[in-house]
């Protein structure tokens, strides 16, 4: 199975601050790479696809980019409904598998 | 809007059997592939089961692979998660998800709300 590693597990901080998360795959998956976005009790909520697509919807201040091996999320400008937890998830091959997740908190 | 609602979910003994079903709404459920997908308390997600959008191809982790059925009724926009000899380790929260694709190796790009398992003895 691919294996995704991410990182950082939690970050701490600030509204207006940009922050950048990355999830690195054991092989390559092309751009077969999604990130979400989960807030506690409720369901996941997809914000890239194909590792730099925006999901319809979602404000631009999310931006996506890497392919093969590596890839990021970017959020340009925090704000204050954007702390949750994100987490991405290769689609390129069965068994699907996900990063480990990030909390983004507040500092 | 698309919605998928997770229900069947509880506490059970070790060994034993729960269903899981899914009812979905706002798409054309007949067209797409879903997924069921589990988080267990605290720790990560994990990829569980996929089916085809007609029923006819199935994939599972090898963590459950002969112990759950993935299935599906499009006459009644359901999917159903049959899981047989339970573990203690199978305690989770279950998702159903949609992929974007009709044989799934697409992005899931909505997700129900999830059903808790619980296995304890």
């Known amino acids: ?107 | 809007q698309v919605q998928l609602v997770e229900s069947g979910g509880g506490s059970v003994q070790p060994g034993r059997s729960l269903r899981l079903s899914c009812a979905a709404s706002g798409f054309a459920f007949s067209s797409y592939a879903i997924h069921w997908v589990r988080q267990a308390p605290g720790k990560g997600l994990e990829w569980v089961a996929v089916i085809s959008y007609d029923g006819n191809k199935k994939y599972y982790a090898d963590s459950v692979k002969g112990r759950f059925t993935i299935s599906r009724d499009n006459s009644k926009n359901t999917l159903y998660l049959q899981m047989n000899s339970l573990r203690p380790e199978d305690t989770a929260v279950y998702y159903c998800a949609r992929d974007r694709a009709p044989f799934g190796i697409g992005e899931i790009d909505y997700w129900g709300q999830g059903t808790l398992v619980t296995v304890s003895s």
């Open chain 1, 1 to 107: 199975a691919i294996q995704m590693t991410q990182s950082p597990s939690s970050l701490s901080a600030s509204v207006g601050d940009r922050v950048t998360i990355t999830c690195r795959a054991s092989q390559d998956i092309r751009d077969d790479l999604g990130w979400y976005q989960q807030k506690p009790g409720k369901a996941p909520k997809l914000l890239i696809y194909s590792a730099s697509t925006l999901q319809s919807g979602v404000p631009s201040r999310f931006s996506g980019s890497g392919s093969g091996t590596d890839f990021s999320l970017t959020i340009s400008s925090l704000q204050p409904e954007d702390f949750a937890t994100y987490f991405c998830l290769q689609d390129n091959s069965y068994p699907y598998t996900f990063g480990q997740g990030t909390k983004l908190e507040i500092k």
